[in-house]
Each structure stands twice: as structure tokens, then as C-alpha cells.
């Protein structure tokens, strides 16, 4: 018999994907170029060219089964060993190879360092509005969601329900900043009052609590915003980390698990992700994208045009009177639907070829997330559909 928890989630599709579908059929109908296609994350600059010389190098000049076979289960010990010494240098810390787990991506990442710190039954607390695949992602390993509710006023943290959720039961918190979907990053000030609560409560129960922060969107911050590193305030971290955003290379799925040096249990946690790796499947991401990477760890994209985006879009909505927190990174925005049902708000925008995502799915009703990794120039040519979606429904 097929197991049915499996077959149930065939009827709980991605809605993100679901739209990004439609998207796809509706250009094939009218020319792609002319669907406004606001709902996948999949970034729209391309990859710097020293990663493409790195890749041509390796394949021309080294040995190809280096290149093309297994890499050891933790990952190769020099690329584990340049990622620690980039982090250290540009966040103070003091990485070891030892302290960092190669993975496919932060989806991984995460997959990795939620086994290392929990049990079934256990509960992990994360803040709305989250990442709607968190579900599967700490549900299916028997661990239980929970989620606190949004602080809508400037989606930071809502400090005063988190520590009524925070009990005995909690093992971990998992958050991510900058955050997908609201574009908001956490504060040092909100960083340092989480660390703070989780401390005291660890002691108060008698059990670490563990910080798990996933941080694909790390380096796509905009000026001005304050973008502490999540780890240099809080001992108990796990940093999930995905090359997809910083370097355009979602389809290469590469990222890394960094526990810092001063977590309880340090020496075990990367050996321990080794061992989940046999059990899940894991094993180890492709050699030859571990080696590239490791010759452009302190390189991106050319992301500014994540902010370029931001600003048209932030301007154009805030003047037709949505209202919105401005993103201080990523390249999302989660403005407040100018109806109650985002989901009615979201179709009626089709009509207008808007493909924009209602945010139930991501704990929040009554807003929408605009994913604005797309050319400027379609950016721009987008504002008059906005203008006459908002006047002809709403007013």
C-alpha cells in the first residue's frame, strides 16, 4: 500500500508553482512578454562570469574524476575550508572546516539541521510570514510546526507571542532574514531580543533551543537597511545557506550548513549531518559546482537590480494607495490586498495579466507577494496593468 500522507499532499499543491504555471500557459496564448509573471523567485541576472571561467577551467585543466566523482560525505575539505575562512573574514567568526556541512542548497541546509536538533514530537517555532514549504520541511521529519503570528505593523518579530509559544516543547526556532515574502530584515535590535528570550528560556528549561536561520537572501540587501549576521549574537546557531540568489544558481542546488564554533555539541553537529545524509539521500551535492563556487565565494550577481525593482514598484502601489512595508532586501514585496479574500484580490488581477500570489500559504491573510526578479523593463511596463487593475476593480 502507497502511503497516504504522500498521496493526501497531491491535493495541497504549491500555490506559488500553480501560478507560475498559469503564467506559462497564458504567455503561450498571448506572448510571455506580456504576462506581468510576479510569482516565482527565480532570479533574473545572470551568473558572474568568473563562476562560467571557473567551471570552463576545471573542465578543461583538472582531472575529471576529481571533477566527476563522489566528493567526501561532508563535502571537499578544501572548498568546507574557504567557505569558513570567508565567513570569518567578513563576519568575524571563527569557522573551521570542521564547522561546515556542504549541501544542495539551503533547502537542505535546513532538511540537515532540523534532524540534528530534533525528535518527533518536538516542536520548532518559526514567524509569520514564512516560507510556505516549511510545512513539509519540519513536519515530515516528525517534528511539528508552529508558527507565531505575524507583527504586521513591520513584520519584525511579534516578541510578546513568540515567548508565549516558546515552551518546554520548543527544541528549535527557525527564521529566515531577509525574509521571503515580506523583503523585511531582521534588526540587530530584534536579533538581539530573540537571542536574548531563547537564552533565558534554555536555562529556564533545562535544554538548549537551537536558532536555525536561513539565509539564501543574504547578500541581496538594499541601502541603508541593517543586516546583522544572525550568528555572532546567539551560540546555538545553525546558518542554512544557499548559493542560489547571491550567484543566480538555483538550478545547481548548492549551499551549506555552518554551525558556530561555540554551539553545545560543535564537534559532532557537521559528522552528525553526515550520518542524516545516509538516511535521507543526501549523500553529497556534484563536485564540480562545490569547486567552482569555492573560486567566487566573495562574489554576486549584480543584484542592484533587485533594489532598482523595489523602488518602481514601491512607488507606483504606494501612490495607487496599497499599502506596504518597504523590502530592505531579497527581491519580494507583500503588500496589504485592498480587499479582505487576497485570493479574490489575486484573480481579479488576472485579468489584468498580473500574476501575483495571494499569502494565506504563507500564514498572513489579506496580502499578496510580488516577486519582482524580472527585468526592469517589464517591471515598468507593468505599472500601467497595476493602474488599471486598481482603478477599475477598486475604485
Known sequence: MIVQKYKDMLNVKSVIRQLSEFATARGEQIGYENVFDFSLGNPSVPVPRKFTDAMVDLLQNHDPMELHG??????????????????????GMNYTEN??????????????????????????????????????????????????????????????????????KVMAVLINTPNNPSGIVYTTETIQKLADIMTAKSKEYGHDIFLISDEPYREIIFEGTDAPYVSRFYSNTLSCYSFSKSLSLPGERIGYVAVNPECTDAEYITNMCGQISRGTGHNCPPSIIQLAVAEVLDLTADLSV?????????????????????????????PKALEEDAIAFCEKAKKYDLILVPSDSFGVP??????????????????????????????
Open 306 to 334: 533587485y533594489e532598482t525593482n523595489m523602488n518602481i514598484l514601491y512607488k507606483e502601489l504606494t501612490s495607487l494607495g496599497v499599502e506596504c512595508v518597504k523590502p530592505g532586501g531579497t527581491f519580494y514585496m507583500f
Open 366 to 395: 489579506g496580502y499578496f507577494r510580488i516577486a519582482y526578479c524580472i527585468d526592469t523593463e517589464k517591471v515598468e511596463r507593468s505599472l500601467e496593468a497595476f493602474r488599471k487593475f486598481v482603478k477599475t476593480e477598486y475604485r
Open 70 to 91: 563522489y566528493s567526501q560525505s561532508l563535502g571537499i575539505p578544501a572548498v568546507r575550508k574557504k567557505v569558513a575562512g570567508s565567513l570569518n573574514k567578513r563576519f
Open 99 to 168: 564547522h561546515i556541512f556542504m549541501t544542495t542548497g539551503a533547502a537542505g541546509a535546513i532538511a540537515h539541521a532540523v534532524r540534528c536538533v530534533t525528535q518527533p514530537g518536538d516542536e520548532v517555532i518559526t514567524f509569520a510570514p514564512y516560507f510556505p514549504e516549511y510545512q513539509p520541511y519540519i513536519n515530515l521529519t516528525g517534528a511539528v510546526l508552529k508558527v507565531v503570528p505575524a507583527n504586521v505593523e513591520d513584520f519584525q518579530i511579534n516578541v510578546d507571542a513568540f515567548e508565549k509559544m516558546l515552551t518546554d
